[in-house]
């Protein structure tokens, strides 16, 4: 069975930096594109960050450079890094996992729990 598993998450002030993980057991992580998704109240679930196993990254339009996300396969382990915070940014994040090449909402094959940032101003 596949389970992802987020950490990292936090309370900070605007202007901050968080890098959130993701641990994947149950699979190698090489054979599984990979990606961060957050939902705020009352909004949907958006797509942040994804990184494929072919080995493309790809982000969000809203991250403009902010947000960093990258792999580490010995680990079986992705990595948010999110620098610049605003407190727009607020909101459970989560990952998720895919066998296709590319990952949205609706192909995910597994998803984390979640782990919550909130931004203060």
């Known amino acids: 069975q596949v389970q992802l598993v987020e950490s990292g998450g936090g309370l900070l002030q605007a202007g901050g930096s968080l890098r959130l993980s993701c641990t994947v057991s149950?699979?190698?992580?090489?054979?599984?594109?990979m990606g961060w998704f957050r939902q705020a109240p009352g909004k949907e679930r958006e797509f942040v960050a994804a990184t494929s196993w072919t080995g493309n990254t790809i982000y969000g339009d809203f991250v403009k450079g902010r947000f960093t996300i990258s792999r580490e396969n010995a680990k079986n382990t992705v990595y948010l890094q999110m620098n610049s915070l605003k407190p727009e940014d607020t909101a459970t994040h989560y990952c998720?996992?895919?066998?296709?090449?590319?990952?949205?909402?609706?192909?995910?094959?597994?998803w984390g729990q979640g782990t919550q940032v909130t931004v203060s101003s």
């Open positions: 149950g699979r190698t992580l090489s054979s599984l594109t």
């Open positions: 998720a996992a895919t066998y296709a090449a590319t990952i949205r909402r609706s192909n995910a094959n597994y």
